[in-house]
């Protein structure tokens, strides 16, 4: 009989079966992997393990984001480059400036969705390993913590640069494709991007202002509820030194 089948089929005990929930700290939180319920009272949800096991979800949610971005928005660019069609005759009233800037931008898109895609490659096994397991008990054997910064620039790599280089890109590739038929189509890509650039970089900073809102009202909660409970361990300090101090009168007394 394997360690799984000991912890999951009911039968006589076997030398395998203190093996069957194996979770080291089972005392301090309840794991799944050990078969028993996931942690539902408030006290444990505020563990510095449970802390860290919730930012390494977040972690994982961003890299996997993040490669998928990538990875599609880096197509995209690599397909744009090898299907555009030029005129190579000296007819063409294409601006050479924006041939440059239509090889700088496609260019710099596919480098940074690259990096980010590296990034999310590199990282996110070693995260999936330990959070597949989901044992909160080894949540200290994951680098989320410790390669933090690197999951933000990934993140804002693929999320925010990156997405602006594809816009800009969608705007020069309207300018080099349909100048030499309509210089209108061409001035109207860049009309109508100008707004949504606008509507994208005011969502951006709203979406990123109001995340650190919510973030330093939580930490303010948190520091309001340990000053509380500090206060709360000083009261019972204090009246335990008044009861000792009145029994020692009483037995003075007697």
Not at 211 to 220: F, G, N, Q, R
Request: charged share 15%.
């Amino acid at each position: 009989m394997s360690v799984w089948s000991g912890s999951t089929v009911p039968g006589p005990p076997n030398r395998y079966s203190q093996y069957s929930n194996w979770c080291p700290k089972m005392s301090k939180h309840k794991c799944v992997m050990s078969g028993e319920a996931p942690i539902q009272s408030d006290a444990g949800l505020h563990t510095p393990a449970y802390l860290s096991w919730r930012k390494l979800q977040l972690s994982r949610a961003k890299l996997k984001a993040s490669s998928k971005t990538s990875a599609l928005l880096s197509g995209f660019a690599m397909v744009a480059m090898v299907e555009v069609q030029l005129n190579t005759d000296q007819t063409s009233k294409v601006p050479k400036e924006m041939l440059v800037a239509f090889t700088v931008c496609t260019t710099l898109l596919v480098a940074v969705h690259m990096l980010a895609l590296m990034i999310s490659t590199c990282i996110l096994p070693n995260i999936e390993a330990v959070g597949n397991l989901h044992s909160i008990s080894l949540v200290h054997e994951s680098p989320h913590e410790r390669l933090h910064w690197y999951i933000e620039i990934a993140w804002a790599f693929s999320t925010l640069l990156g997405l602006i280089l594809f816009l800009v890109e969608i705007a020069i590739l309207c300018w080099v494709k349909f100048y030499d038929l309509s210089e209108t189509a061409a001035w109207s890509a860049c009309v109508v991007l100008i707004p949504v650039m606008i509507v994208f970089l005011a969502f951006a900073i709203h979406f990123y202002m109001s995340l650190a809102t919510h973030k330093y009202e939580v930490t303010v909660t948190g520091i309001k509820e340990l000053e509380l409970l500090k206060e709360q361990i000083e009261m019972g300090d204090h009246d335990g030194r008044m009861n000792n101090l009145t029994l020692l009168d009483q037995g003075r007394v007697v």
